[in-house]
């Protein structure tokens, strides 16, 4: 279980914890490098030139099964500041057991001055809801050592910025994921002779080409080598590479199942200043979300959830103009708040530059009404209908505010994983589904142009027992 400690509307996820009992292997990892070499000699595949064969490999480290993400991406020791902070801080002394870092006159000026981009609805209900739940949380999950006690503030979080500067495979997939719509484009042929669904069997090497565009299916965990990349694949689940265009034209029907899927969770790559200036991944206008096929992917009654930024005008582009036009209903705000080993929140809760949390907005499909619905103008009888609804789909009642909380990862948007924290509120063995994903998780489908992202070996550890 990822939830380690939990009040009525609040819970601490062990994001760490939870990848160790995701990834147990089998001792079945052998050397097959001329296999390997044949099958990049014959596709003349695309492989990560900027990684060697003498680099670290999972399939090095000997009898050692069980393998878990690294901890140092998890060693968030003290609250995010830029080196100008910790150097104000550290000269001036300041007490260790404060929460919120003292501004400066530069800061408080500067907070003038962008007043109005403080108090958001969602952090008027965040603050007024949810921060005596925070502190509860936080006070148990230390008295249950889950959490440490309070540390100096103002020292810098080297190993987990060091480990966030992992390449990994890098580009790799998104590349393919673009050649494939230019060779379809064109009307040429790509990779024909791939079917559209994918087994993992007992093969050991894959090309990287011949895992785009196909839906890929997994039934026991297992270390795979994709050129010259190494990915860890969870147990039991699935998952397609492609591009956005690909993925709603016809990409979808290749990930359909007959009952449909339970839980559909969102995570777009929203337009953002600190990814258009990092260069983090490519975003795109939040419009073209209304052609995901969110009617043939979910089921009548299922739960759809999607992250958004902490930007007024997003959030309300999501409740009041997409769930509509997806026939969702809202009824549900969750947040997601980034703390340090500590407790600490990573950053102010009232900066005006940057938020601790992430908002989590959740609807429930209704697609038999056959009209859009809104989250304003009810009937009667629709409420009835969906409260019904409710007892039958979930052997409990959703919350309409909770607070999942947890140590975030330092790789960029990587969430925090939702299977335990929505199990209460979903049926046995359910159907769930990540789009815009960049890693997969145990029982899940995934999709993005580049799941497999945070799956490469670079990013994980032996567990030595």
């Not at 998890?74 to 501004?103: T, Y």
């Amino acid at each position: 279980m990822s939830v380690v400690c939990q009040i009525k509307d609040a819970a601490l996820l062990d994001h760490c914890g939870i990848t160790e009992k995701w990834f147990h292997l089998r001792n079945e990892i052998s050397s097959r490098e001329n296999q390997f070499e044949k099958i990049l000699s014959q596709t003349g595949d695309i492989v990560n030139t900027s990684k060697h064969e003498d680099c670290s490999s999972l399939s090095q480290t000997g009898n050692v099964n069980n393998y878990r993400m690294k901890s140092d991406l998890f060693a968030i020791e003290f609250p995010f500041m830029m080196d100008s902070q910790v150097k104000r801080l550290s000269s001036s002394q300041a007490s260790h057991d404060k929460i919120f870092l003292k501004e400066s006159s530069a800061d408080r000026k500067r907070k003038r001055k962008k007043q109005r981009r403080i108090n958001t609805n969602a952090d008027v209900k965040f603050i007024s809801d949810l921060k005596t739940s925070l502190s509860d949380l936080i006070t148990l999950s230390r008295n249950e050592s889950y959490l440490t006690q309070d540390t100096e503030p103002y020292q810098r979080n080297d190993l987990a910025k060091s480990a966030s500067q992992i390449h990994g495979c890098g580009d790799l997939f998104q590349l393919l994921c673009e050649n494939l719509d230019m060779h379809l484009n064109t009307g040429s042929h790509y990779n024909e002779t791939v079917p559209h669904d994918l087994n993992l069997g007992d093969q050991f090497h894959y090309s990287a080409k011949s895992l785009v565009g196909v839906c890929v299916r997994n039934e026991d965990c297992k270390l795979v080598k994709v050129g010259h990349d190494e990915f860890l694949i969870p147990k039991r689940c699935s998952f397609l590479t492609s591009s956005f265009d690909y993925f709603i034209s016809r990409g979808y029907q290749q990930m359909i199942t007959s009952q449909g899927f339970d839980l559909l969770v969102i995570d777009p790559p929203w337009p953002n200043k600190s990814v258009k200036r990092k260069k983090s991944y490519a975003t795109f206008n939040e419009l073209n979300l209304k052609s995901l096929p969110v009617h043939q992917l979910g089921k009548d009654g299922g739960l759809i959830c999607i992250w958004v930024t902490n930007k007024e005008q997003l959030i309300n582009f999501v409740k009041d103009e997409l769930f509509p036009h997806w026939c969702v209903e809202w009824i549900a705000d969750w947040f997601w708040m980034k703390v340090t080993k500590s407790g600490v929140p990573v950053c102010d809760i009232n900066s005006s530059h940057k938020k601790p949390y992430e908002q989590l907005i959740i609807g429930r499909c209704n697609l038999s009404a056959g009209q859009v619905v809104t989250r304003i103008h009810k009937t009667l009888n629709n409420q009835l209908v969906e409260k019904q609804r409710e007892k039958e789909m979930s052997p409990a009642r959703l919350p309409q505010n909770f607070l999942i909380v947890s140590v975030p990862c330092s790789l960029h948007s990587k969430k925090p994983p939702l299977s335990d924290v929505f199990s209460p509120y979903l049926p046995p063995n359910p159907n769930c589904i990540e789009l815009f994903a960049r890693n997969l998780v145990p029982e899940w489908s995934s999709w993005g142009n580049e799941p497999l992202r945070h799956q490469h070996s670079d990013y994980f550890e032996p567990v030595l027992e």
